[in-house]
């Protein structure tokens, strides 16, 4: 399944709403926040947005957590290919928040992506194929 552009979170507010309203997982090498997104109210928007289909990523890896810029990158592009080929385990209406910790890239990519599924079946397990 392909990771389309409208499938990132991009925004500050978006990230912020994740972790300040959302829940939290902890999945060892990762942590995974998300946020059920609010229906979006038609009559109520002033500003033509595009209307979001299907559950968004945010992907955070920082220097302090995970090192320089390398790891940084791998990190990333580790956590969103997870994303990209399990996302039918989210629900369409969520926002996701991955922040990776130091442990990400000492693991086989094959143990990341078991922890991504199970917390995925755990979180939403009406959802979950």
Same mark, same amino acid.
Request: hydrophobic share 40%; aromatic share 8%.
């Given at each position: 399944?392909?990771?389309?552009? #409208?499938? *990132? ?5 978006? $990230? ?9 997982? /902890?999945?060892?090498? $990762? ?6 997104? !609010?229906? #979006? ?8 947005? @595009? !209307? =979001? *289909? ?7 890896? +920082?220097?302090?957590?995970?090192? =320089? ?13 997870? $994303? %990209? ?5 989210? !629900?369409? /209406?969520? /926002? ?13 990519? +094959? #143990? =990341?992506?078991?922890?991504?599924? /199970?917390?995925? %079946?755990?979180? $939403?397990? +009406?959802?979950? @194929?």
């Amino acid at each position: 399944m392909r990771f389309r552009a #409208e499938q *990132h979170m991009r925004r500050q507010r978006d $990230f912020r709403d994740a972790r300040e309203k959302g829940r939290r997982q /902890d999945c060892g090498a $990762f942590t995974l926040w998300w946020y059920r997104r !609010p229906p #979006e109210n038609t009559a109520d928007v002033v500003v033509p947005m @595009t !209307p =979001i *289909h299907g559950p968004r990523v945010g992907v955070i890896a +920082s220097t302090a957590a995970v090192g =320089i810029a390398v790891k940084r990158a791998r990190a990333k592009r580790r956590m969103r290919e997870i $994303f %990209r080929q399990h996302q039918n385990l989210v !629900p369409p /209406d969520c /926002d996701l928040l991955m922040v990776a910790r130091a442990a990400l890239n000492r693991l086989e990519y +094959s #143990e =990341i992506e078991q922890k991504f599924v /199970d917390a995925c %079946r755990k979180l $939403f397990p +009406s959802h979950a @194929t």
